[in-house]
């Protein structure tokens, strides 16, 4: 994955299609006689080449409900496909809910003893099988969850196409993991980027790690908690908190030169030089990138650079045998006492 991966697994949810996605393994809505179908599994079919896909499922033969079988990527990016069947609906008496999480459990230890660092699935049996979407996803995300619970590390992607799908699922990731759900559009509320703004190129690499902390979002809970921030696909949105203005719209690129947009309306936002936007972003994105961000040093950091091109911030205090900013240090203190 391009943009991914730490010590911490993870669950994501994107709208995107399946075959499109570069994780270690997909996860292909299979039937019993692993032959080409419709919908997730006839592109899946198609994208990696279908005799030669048709050609290593017919070596296997069968898998059954509830099972997953794996054969190589071939044509896509993925290195792995994971063939899981998941149960016909009836009526959710006839064994429905278990085979769904059974077919998930088998696809993640067929994932893990192969290698893999991480899989995207399809809403397993929602399409053609016909399985209610929010009980297939409640299933799919108990499982995911019980799953990474027990310790095993593998980062976790669902690739679906509709929106409404995808809503419905980042709010059942909510209820069910919060500590792995990733912040989204409608958790706060926002403006769009004005008509007046500017571009820069961001020249800069991300680590894999720095890359999931930026997908992960950030949530603003206190006063000082200044930013909320979500990314959609490769494009993160980040918000002043007070306000909802979107200030930094950044285009993640693979070739490490991002586009990003800036917010240049003088009553949103104050800044009109690219030269202190590019220090800016840059510096935020030192704090946002870490393992947990620490917004209240953000913030602080913030003032008193604000201070200090001011002329206000003068005074010094030597902490620990280094210099520094009385104001800083003061505010570190009552925070650390609090």
């Not at 929602?126 to 299933?139: D, T």
């Not at 706060?188 to 992960?216: G, I, N, Y």
């Amino acid at each position: 994955m391009p943009f991914g991966g730490n010590n911490m697994s993870s669950i994501e949810i994107r709208k995107i299609s399946i075959t499109d996605l570069d994780t270690d393994a997909i996860v292909n809505a299979a039937n019993d006689g692993l032959w080409a179908g419709g919908g997730v599994c006839g592109a899946i079919f198609k994208a990696a080449g279908h005799d030669k896909l048709q050609a290593a499922c017919d070596k296997i033969g069968h898998c059954d409900t509830g099972s997953a079988v794996i054969t190589p990527g071939f044509d896509l990016k993925a290195k792995y496909i994971i063939h899981a069947v998941g149960p016909r609906w009836t009526d959710g008496k006839h064994d429905e809910p278990k085979l769904l999480y059974s077919a998930y459990r088998s696809s993640l230890e067929l994932a893990v003893k192969n290698g893999c660092r991480s899989i995207g699935f399809p809403l397993i049996s929602s399409g053609i099988f016909g399985y209610p979407v929010e009980q297939a996803w409640r299933k799919a995300l108990q499982a995911c969850s019980d799953f990474l619970a027990k310790g095993n590390r593998i980062d976790i992607v669902f690739a679906v196409l509709s929106s409404g799908s995808a809503e419905l699922g980042q709010k059942t990731l909510k209820e069910i993991a919060p500590q792995m759900a990733t912040a989204v559009k409608s958790d706060w509320q926002t403006s769009e980027m004005p008509s007046k703004h500017d571009h820069f190129t961001l020249d800069r690499s991300f680590t894999p790690e720095q890359m999931k902390a930026l997908r992960k979002g950030n949530i603003p809970q206190e006063m000082e908690d200044k930013w909320f921030w979500y990314m959609e696909g490769d494009t993160l949105f980040a918000h002043r908190s007070w306000t909802g203005f979107c200030i930094y719209r950044i285009d993640f690129s693979p070739n490490n030169h991002h586009k990003v947009t800036v917010n240049r309306n003088p009553e949103q936002y104050e800044c009109t030089s690219v030269d202190e936007d590019r220090d800016k972003l840059n510096k935020l994105l030192d704090w946002w990138t870490e393992t947990s961000y620490d917004y209240y040093g953000e913030w602080l950091t913030e003032t008193v650079d604000a201070m200090k091109k001011s002329g206000i911030s003068k005074d010094k205090l030597k902490v620990a045998g280094q210099e520094v900013d009385a104001f800083f240090s003061t505010c570190r203190l009552n925070r650390m006492g609090s």
